[in-house]
């Protein structure tokens, strides 16, 4: 898919309803080898992580010469440390803390508003009672088909009160954050495993990304094969690393590096911000992909990031914070329920990306009003609803940027 001239590419649309990510986006982050995982075998020195997020804090900071910042907020790991980071570097600043509460989904706020007063900032919920009411907006700053875009609306209340945002991105993949990931994939793998059934074993556990049928759901121009899926992901689990450093490989060579990150850096340089990003300064991603394994993640708890949650206790956070990963995260059959079985009936019984022969439109007949749907089909709804908004913004040209889903 060329990003900027919004053309459709068979490979691009299977691979964002596939993986959720189209490895043809230019990243603006390294991609890394399996040679980069390789590990150093030494205890993580917790000092030097903690500089050189602090460095990275002033450097970032002291260039853009501002009073007044905002920072994403989640209430968890990254975010929080971040925070306190921030606060011990700059003790007078004016910090807004940015947090999401949607509808009818686990609320975190409360969490937050606390680790917010903690350090001195003051605290903004956003409620997005329908986290899909502003798609066209979002989709046409980013010029990708992609629905799970709550930055949109973290962005657009940072630039309230600051022009630059700062985030905790990239600690899940640095430092080993997807916990509940892990302990399946080793469930479903051993060491014996060759390269394909591991491959297998990672896409299960991406359970939001893919569904049972999944050949079943492209028509004949999409091209759709397996085979090209398990080509993207063979590098990763094609070495000689072990098979967890193999997940992490694949992890920021996924998402990070063909969705969050561009994504992010599209939203916010459509509202005119400056993002700073401390965990992802190319020093500590180098030094904290080589953490031996046992440094970051807890097999027998099932607990990642260890060095960035010694950060906290160091710092005298840690008790503010959830051991269960969590982050900006939408109840997906909640927002079924009360909007998208609506959206998608009204979007896609005259789909145009189904009638254009890129999905199978007795697929969606299948599914669309079938009860109780499973969240695997409500996620890959919630896909094509994006790709059939994308659609209809570029290539027919029949609805807006300012239209609005009700």
């Known amino acids: 898919?060329?990003?900027?001239?919004?053309?459709?590419?068979?490979?691009?649309?299977?691979?964002?309803?596939?993986?959720?990510?189209?490895?043809?986006?230019?990243?603006?982050?390294?991609?890394?080898?399996?040679?980069?995982?390789?590990?150093?075998?030494?205890?993580?020195?917790?000092?030097?992580?903690?500089?050189?997020?602090?460095?990275?804090?002033?450097?970032?900071?002291?260039?853009?010469?501002?009073?007044?910042?905002?920072?994403?907020?989640?209430?968890?790991?990254?975010?929080?440390?971040?925070?306190?980071?921030?606060?011990?570097?700059?003790?007078?600043?004016?910090?807004?803390?940015?947090?999401?509460?949607?509808?009818?989904?686990?609320?975190?706020?409360?969490?937050?508003?606390?680790?917010?007063?903690?350090?001195?900032?003051?605290?903004?919920?956003?409620?997005?009672?329908?986290?899909?009411?502003?798609?066209?907006?979002?989709?046409?700053?980013?010029?990708?088909?992609?629905?799970?875009?709550?930055?949109?609306?973290?962005?657009?209340?940072?630039?309230?009160?600051?022009?630059?945002?700062?985030?905790g991105d990239g600690g899940d993949e640095i430092f080993s954050g997807y916990t509940f990931r892990y302990k399946k994939f080793l469930s479903l793998t051993n060491d014996n495993s060759s390269s394909l059934e591991k491959i297998k074993a990672y896409l299960l556990c991406h359970e939001r990304d893919r569904v049972p049928d999944q050949e079943f759901l492209f028509g004949e121009k999409s091209n759709f094969s397996w085979n090209s899926i398990y080509q993207i992901l063979l590098p990763y689990f094609d070495n000689p690393l072990p098979r967890l450093e193999q997940v992490f490989l694949a992890d920021y060579n996924g998402k990070l590096l063909y969705n969050f990150n561009p994504i992010n850096s599209r939203i916010v340089n459509n509202f005119k911000i400056k993002v700073v990003t401390p965990l992802l300064n190319k020093k500590l991603i180098s030094y904290g992909l080589k953490i031996p394994t046992k440094f970051k993640y807890d097999q027998s708890r099932n607990i990642g990031k260890l060095p960035l949650r010694e950060l906290l206790v160091k710092n005298n956070t840690d008790k503010l914070i959830s051991k269960e990963k969590l982050g900006f995260n939408v109840n997906t059959i909640n927002l079924w329920n009360l909007h998208g079985h609506k959206l998608c009936k009204e979007f896609l019984t005259e789909s145009r990306i189904a009638k254009e022969g890129w999905i199978n439109h007795e697929w969606i007949k299948k599914y669309i009003d079938q009860k109780d749907l499973n969240f695997n089909y409500v996620n890959k709804f919630m896909g094509l609803l994006a790709f059939e908004i994308w659609y209809r913004l570029f290539i027919t040209k029949e609805i807006s940027s300012s239209d609005r889903l009700n």
Do not use: C
Not at 80 to 98: E, F, G, H, M, Q
Not at 115 to 144: R, T
């Open 1 to 167: 898919m060329d990003n900027h001239n919004a053309i459709l590419e068979p490979s691009s649309l299977v691979n964002i309803l596939t993986l959720r990510y189209d490895p043809s986006i230019n990243p603006s982050l390294p991609k890394k080898t399996w040679k980069d995982f390789e590990s150093s075998n030494e205890i993580p020195n917790i000092s030097f992580i903690e500089k050189q997020i602090e460095q990275e804090i002033k450097e970032k900071i002291n260039s853009l010469k501002s009073k007044k910042l905002s920072i994403a907020l989640s209430g968890g790991v990254d975010s929080t440390l971040v925070l306190a980071l921030l606060r011990k570097s700059y003790p007078d600043i004016n910090i807004d803390a940015i947090s999401i509460k949607f509808a009818n989904s686990v609320d975190e706020t409360p969490m937050a508003s606390k680790i917010a007063e903690k350090f001195d900032a003051n605290h903004h919920v956003v409620y997005l009672e329908n986290y899909l009411s502003e798609l066209p907006k979002a989709i046409s700053q980013i010029k990708l088909p992609f629905w799970d875009l709550h930055w949109y609306y973290v962005a657009k209340k940072s630039k309230i009160f600051s022009n630059i945002l700062i985030s």
